[in-house]
C-alpha cells in the first residue's frame, strides 16, 4: 500500500507541472527588500489603535470576570459562512472580521466532537440548542469516529495517562494554511488552481486518489465560501490584493475563514510579515501611506489575532493556562542564497508588544540565525528584557536540516514548510510513566495493572544498568507500535468527519506530512538512568511489588551541567525511541517524528506519574519540554543550555523546547550589558546545535507578587515550553511551578 | 577564623602549586557581572583576607573545594566559546586567585593560545615575580579595593592594603588594562573623606577603565551561619539609592567611568 500511494504521488506531480504555478515563495524571494538597520524609524500607535485596542480590553475584563467565556453562539455551527459581519467598532477598524457577530462571542465547532462542546457550554450554565443536537443524531463526529476504531490496548494507555493529550476528542489543529495565497492570488485563481489539480487526479482510482478528489472539492468549495465571507464584509476577495491594507485583509480574511471553520489545538498563521513588507514598502514608495500609517495596519491586525477565541472545556483551560489559540508567526531567518528575510516589518510585528502590550497572542517566534543583522539582533534582546514575549528558534539549523527557507512554525516550535507540507499532531507519551513500567514487569507504578509484556522481573537489592536499559528499550518498542496505532486511528478520523477544508485550500493538493510524535520528561530519564549507572539506587517496594521510592546511594551526574555522562544517556534515549517510533508506517504516507515538548502539561505529567529513580517524588511536576530538572544544575545557564544542545536534532524533528528564566541583572549590569548577553547567549545556543529557547526575562519578586495579586498583572506574560502564556491565568499550582523552577540567579 | 593565616597555610599552597591543576570552590558558566561580555567564572578556593562582609566565606579556607585539572578548564573554556563573543571569555575570581598564580599562569597561556580573553579578580595581596608574570598573560585585572585607609582595611579584612596599592601601582606600570572594584558597606567603607582620598590616589592612573561600586549586600549570611561563624555586620544594611548616589557623584570626580554593579 504503501508503494502505491508514493506511485500515485509521482502521477499527480508531474500532471501538475504543467498547472498555472501557485508560488508565493518566488514572489517574497524576488521582491522583499532586507532591512539591516536598527529600530529607530518605529513608531507608536495612533489614536485609533489606542481607541479600539481600549474596547478589546475592557471586553477582555469582562471575558475574565465572566469566568474566562464572554458569550457564546449556543444555536449555529460555526463555519466560513456562518456568521454575519462582526465590529469591535466599525468607524474605527482598519482591517475588519470576526469570528461571529460580536467581539469575544464563542462559537460552536463541534465535528471534533459534539460531546466536548456540550461540556464546555454546559460549564458555563447554556445549553446547545436541539437542532445542533440533532445534527449528530445522524451524522458521526471526529471522536466519535476514533473511539468506534481504538481497540482496547489504546483505551487502556489512554486512560492509564501513557499517552496523553491525544486529539481524539478535539480538533488536531496544526496545520498552517498558505494564507499569503489569497492575498497574491484572489481566490478566483486559487479555485481554477485546484480545479486544474481535480482533473489532473484522474485515471484507474485508488483509494488515495478517490481521497484526494473529495478533498480538493471541498477545498474549492472554502475558497466559494470565503469569497461570500468576504463579501459580507464589502472585500473582493475573488482577486487579488492591491494594497498595504488589503493585503493584510484578505490574508486576515484567509485565516479568519480557518479559524471559523476549525477551533484546531494550535492554528499558527505562518510567515506573514515580509510578505506584508512587500506591500507596505510599495506603498510607502508611492505616498500612499505613511509609517505611522504602516504601524497602524500591523497594530489592528494583530490586534484583530488576539481576539481569536475557540470554545474549549474549563479542563482544557487548567492544561493550557487560559485558552491558547497559537497563532504562531515566525519572524526573521535568512535565506537560503544568503540574504535576511529581516525587512521592517519584522521589527513592526515586535513593536506592537510595545504599541498594543505584552500579550501571548500571536505567538511571535524569531527565527535565529547567526547571520541576522545585528540591529535586528539587538531589538529582539530588548523585546524580551522588556516583554518576555518572544521565543527563538534555530533557523540555521532548520534551513540545514529540513532544506526549505520558506517556513512557519506549526503550534510551539515545529518547523513546517509553508503551502507545501502539513503535520499530523500527535501530543505526546510519558516517558518517565515508561520507565516505571519497566521497572514493575510491565505494570502501571500507580494502578498496578499490567499493561506490557514480557518485562522481565529485576531482581537484586539494586537496579542493574544492564537489565533496566532492557526493560526500557522493550517498553519502548511496545509503546511506540500502540502509539502508531492511536495516531493513524486519530488522523484518518480527523480527515474523515472534521477535514481542514478551509487551510487546505491554501496548501497544495496532496502535500507531504509529518506524523508528529512526542515524548515528555527526558530529563527525568536521563537523570534516572544515570543514577542508576553512576551511583547505587534500591527500589522500595510495596507488598503488591511496585516500586514506591528509591534509594540513591551516593552521587552522579545530573542533565543540564554539560556533562557528557549523563547528556548522551538523553540524547540515546531521544534517539532509540525515534527510531522505534519510524518503524511503523504512517497514515497517508505520513514521515514520522518527534517532539520534546510538554507545553504546559508538564504539572499535569507529574500529578500522574510515581516517584522516579532520580529522586523526584510521586506528583511531582516534570521539567518543561527538554529542560533540565530544576534545582540540579549547579554551573549556570550556559552549562545547562550545553546539556540541552546536545539532544540531536534530527532525533526530535519536531522539536526540542526549552525555557530559560532569568532576572535581568543576571543577564548583565547595564541594560546594554542584558542586549548585548542575550544576543551572545542565543548566538552561542545556537551555534552548539540548539532547536529552540524561550525566553523569559522576569524577576522572581514580580512573579510573587502577581501570584499573590493578579488584579495587578492583566498583561503579565510568560513563556513556557514553547509558547506564551499569560501567567495569571496559569493555575496556582502551575504558577508555583514556574516560581520555584530554575532562576538563573548569578550574582 | 581557621587556617587563615598566611603562614599557617604556607605549605598547603606550596603543595598546590605543584599539581598541574587549580583548586575550584565552584563554576559559574553565565557570569555577567565578572568582567566584559559572557564569562565562565571560576572561583577558586582559597583566601588571605577575612572580610566581615565576605558573601562566600566558604572559599576562604585553602583546604575546601575540589582539584580541577588546567587541561578541564580549558577543555570547558573551548566548548564554552560560541557563547564568548567577541568580548567574553575566562574570569579567575574566588576566593582569592593570587594563592594559585604560578598555576594560573600556564592556565592563562594555555587560554592565550586558544584565543580566550582572560580576567583575574582580585584582592592584590600577593606582588612578587610570580604575580608579576602572572599580569603578563592577564587581560584584563579586576582589583577589589577594600579600604583605602589602612587602619578600615585592617578593620574589615584582617589584613593590611599596602601590597594591594603596590600591586595596582604595578599593573599600572605595564599599562594594562585594569577596572577598580570597591565594595560600599555603609559606615565601613562609605566615609566621604576617604572616597575623596581613594580618588586621589588613583585620579592619575591610566589603566583603570572604570570603577564598579559594589553595595553591600546579606545574601551570603547564611553561609557564615553553615560555617558556624559569627556575622559581625548583622546590623548593617544595604546602602540607599541616594548614599550610591553621592558615592558614584564624588567617585566621578577622578575616575573616567564609574559603574553602580
Ligand atoms: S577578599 Fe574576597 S574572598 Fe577573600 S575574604 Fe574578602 S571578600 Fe571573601
Redesign the interface.
Given at each position: 500500500m504503501k508503494s502505491q500511494t508514493a506511485e500515485t504521488k509521482d502521477l499527480i506531480e508531474k500532471k501538475l507541472l504543467n498547472l498555472p504555478l501557485i508560488d508565493v515563495k518566488a514572489f517574497v524571494e524576488k521582491n522583499v527588500i532586507p532591512y539591516y538597520g536598527d529600530d529607530s524609524f518605529l513608531e507608536g500607535p495612533t489614536q485609533r489603535t489606542t481607541t479600539l485596542w481600549q474596547i478589546c480590553l475592557e471586553a477582555m475584563l469582562e471575558e475574565r470576570y465572566k469566568g474566562g467565556c464572554l458569550a457564546i453562539d449556543t444555536e449555529t455551527i460555526s463555519s466560513i459562512t456562518s456568521h454575519k459581519p462582526g465590529y469591535i467598532n466599525k468607524d474605527l477598524e482598519l482591517i475588519v472580521g470576526l469570528q461571529t457577530d460580536e467581539l469575544l462571542k464563542r462559537a460552536m465547532k463541534p465535528f471534533g466532537g459534539i460531546r466536548v462542546v456540550e461540556g464546555a457550554v454546559a460549564e458555563r450554565g447554556l445549553e446547545v440548542a436541539e437542532e445542533v443536537k440533532n445534527v449528530f443524531k445522524h451524522t458521526s463526529d471526529h471522536n466519535n469516529g476514533v473511539f468506534s476504531a481504538y481497540d482496547d490496548e489504546i483505551k487502556q494507555y489512554r486512560s492509564l495517562g501513557i499517552l496523553t493529550g491525544l486529539p481524539d476528542n478535539y480538533a488536531r489543529g496544526r496545520i498552517i494554511g498558505d494564507y499569503r495565497r489569497l492575498a497574491l492570488y484572489g481566490a478566483d485563481e486559487l479555485i481554477r488552481a485546484k480545479k486544474n489539480d481535480l482533473k489532473a487526479v484522474n485515471g484507474v482510482l485508488n483509494e488515495h486518489k478517490i481521497r484526494l478528489r473529495e478533498e480538493i472539492t471541498s477545498q474549492i468549495k472554502a475558497l466559494k465560501d470565503m469569497i461570500v465571507l468576504g463579501n459580507s464584509y464589502g472585500l473582493e476577495l475573488n482577486r487579488p490584493a492591491t494594497s498595504a491594507k488589503e493585503a493584510i485583509q484578505w490574508l486576515y480574511m484567509a485565516y479568519l475563514a480557518a479559524v471559523k471553520e476549525q477551533d484546531g489545538a494550535a492554528m499558527s498563521l505562518g510567515n506573514v510579515s515580509n510578505f506584508i513588507d512587500i506591500y507596505i514598502e510599495k506603498d510607502l514608495e508611492k505616498g500612499l501611506i505613511t509609517e505611522s500609517e504602516a504601524q497602524e495596519l500591523v497594530d489592528q491586525f494583530v490586534m484583530k489575532l488576539r481576539m481569536v477565541r475557540h470554545l474549549r472545556p474549563g479542563a482544557y483551560d487548567e492544561i493550557f493556562g487560559g485558552d491558547p489559540t497559537w497563532v504562531t508567526e515566525a519572524i526573521g531567518g535568512q535565506f537560503n542564497d544568503g540574504r535576511t528575510k529581516v525587512t521592517k516589518t519584522s521589527f513592526r510585528f515586535l513593536q506592537t508588544l510595545y504599541n498594543l502590550g505584552a500579550s501571548p497572542e500571536p505567538n511571535l517566534t524569531v527565527l535565529w540565525s547567526k547571520d541576522l543583522p545585528e540591529g535586528f539582533k539587538k531589538f529582539c534582546g530588548k523585546v524580551s528584557i522588556d516583554t518576555s514575549s518572544i521565543q527563538y528558534e534555530n533557523d540555521d539549523l532548520m534551513r540545514k536540516t529540513r532544506g526549505s527557507d520558506d517556513y512557519g512554525i506549526a503550534c510551539c516550535v515545529s518547523y513546517q514548510e509553508l503551502g507545501k507540507r502539513i503535520q499530523f499532531f500527535g501530543a505526546r507519551t510519558n516517558l518517565p510513566k515508561t520507565l516505571l513500567m519497566a521497572l514493575n514487569e510491565g505494570r502501571e507504578e500507580i494502578s498496578g495493572k499490567k499493561v506490557l509484556q514480557d518485562i522481565s522481573v529485576l531482581e537484586g537489592e539494586y537496579l542493574e544498568y544492564e537489565a533496566v536499559m532492557e526493560n526500557f528499550k522493550k517498553s519502548m518498542s511496545q509503546i511506540a507500535e500502540v502509539y502508531s496505532r492511536a495516531m493513524n486511528i486519530i488522523h484518518y478520523m480527523h480527515d474523515r468527519h472534521y477535514y481542514e477544508k478551509a487551510q487546505m485550500a491554501l496548501i497544495d493538493s496532496d502535500p507531504g506530512i509529518d506524523m508528529a510524535y512526542g515524548a515528555a520528561g527526558i530529563s527525568i530519564i536521563a537523570d534516572s538512568l544515570s543514577a542508576i549507572k553512576y551511583a547505587k539506587v534500591k527500589p522500595v517496594r510495596n507488598e503488591d511489588g511496585l516500586t514506591v521510592d528509591f534509594i540513591v546511594e551516593g552521587d552522579y551526574p545530573k542533565f543540564g551541567n554539560d556533562n557528557d555522562k549523563v547528556d548522551e544517556i538523553a540524547a540515546y534515549i531521544t534517539k532509540f525511541f525515534s527510531e522505534e517510533l519510524a518503524k511503523h508506517a504512517c497514515y497517508k504516507n505520513a514521515r514520522p517524528t518527534l517532539s520534546l515538548l510538554t507545553i504546559t502539561s508538564n504539572v499535569m505529567y507529574g500529578k500522574k506519574t510515581g516517584t522516579t529513580p532520580d529522586g523526584r517524588k510521586e506528583g511531582e511536576a516534570f521539567a518543561p519540554g527538554a529542560n533540565p530538572m530544576h534545582g540540579r544544575d549547579t554551573d549556570g545557564a550556559v552549562a545547562a543550555l550545553s546539556s540541552v544542545a546536545k539532544l540531536d536534532y534530527r532525533d526530535a524533528l519536531d522539536g526540542i523546547s526549552n525555557t530559560f528564566s532569568i532576572i535581568p541583572k543576571s543577564l548583565g549590569s547595564s541594560r546594554e550589558d542584558q542586549i548585548e548577553n542575550l544576543s551572545r547567549l542565543l548566538d552561542g545556543y545556537f551555534e552548539l546545535g540548539a532547536h529552540h529557547l524561550n525566553v523569559n526575562v522576569l524577576d522572581r519578586d514580580t512573579l510573587m507578587d502577581a501570584y499573590k495579586n493578579p488584579e495587578n498583572y492583566p498583561q503579565l506574560t510568560i513563556r513556557v515550553s514553547g509558547y506564551a502564556v499569560n501567567f495569571t491565568r496559569l493555575s496556582k499550582a502551575h504558577q508555583l511551578e514556574v516560581i520555584t523552577r530554575t532562576f538563573h540567579e548569578s550574582l | 577564623m581557621k587556617n587563615t593565616s598566611t603562614t599557617g597555610s604556607g605549605n598547603l599552597i606550596a603543595n598546590l602549586q605543584k599539581a598541574e591543576a587549580l583548586r575550584v570552590h565552584?563554576?559559574?558558566?553565565?557570569?555577567?557581572?565578572d568582567g566584559p561580555?559572557?564569562r565562565?567564572v571560576i572561583f577558586v578556593q582559597g583566601c588571605q583576607f577575612h572580610c566581615l562582609y565576605c558573601?562566600n566565606p566558604d572559599t576562604i579556607s585553602i583546604d575546601g573545594g575540589t582539584l580541577m585539572s588546567l587541561d578541564q578548564i580549558v577543555a570547558?573554556a573551548k566548548?564554552?566559546k560560541?557563547?564568548?563573543?567577541k568580548?567574553?571569555g575566562v574570569t579567575i575570581s574566588g576566593g582569592e586567585p593570587l594563592l594559585q598564580r604560578a598555576m594560573l599562569k600556564e592556565l592563562f597561556n594555555k587560554l592565550h593560545k586558544e584565543g580566550i580573553h582572560t580576567t583575574l579578580d582580585t584582592n592584590g595581596k600577593v606582588i612578587d615575580k610570580q604575580t608579576k608574570d602572572l599580569l603578563e598573560t592577564t587581560d584584563l585585572v579586576m582589583l577589589d579595593i577594600k579600604h583605602i585607609n589602612n587602619d578600615w582595611h585592617h578593620k574589615i579584612t584582617r589584613l593590611s592594603n599596602v601590597n594591594t596599592l603596590k600591586f595596582a601601582e604595578y599593573r599600572e606600570s605595564t599599562g594594562k588594562p585594569m577596572w577598580l572594584r570597591y565594595v560600599l558597606v555603609p559606615g565601613y567603607s562609605d566615609q566621604e573623606e576617604y572616597l575623596h582620598q581613594l580618588g586621589d590616589h588613583f585620579k592619575n592612573y591610566k589603566s583603570i577603565e572604570k570603577i564598579?561600586i559594589l553595595p553591600y549586600h546579606k545574601?551570603g549570611v547564611h553561609k557564615w551561619e553553615a560555617l558556624g561563624w559569627k556575622y559581625e555586620l548583622e546590623h548593617v544594611e544595604s546602602p540607599e539609592i541616594t548614599s550610591l548616589k553621592k558615592v558614584s557623584d564624588i567617585l566621578q570626580q577622578y575616575f573616567r567611568r564609574v559603574?553602580?554593579?
Open positions: - | 565552584s563554576i559559574e558558566t553565565f557570569g555577567t557581572h561580555g559572557i565562565l558573601a570547558k566548548k564554552q560560541p557563547f564568548f563573543g568580548n567574553g564598579e545574601l559603574e553602580v554593579g
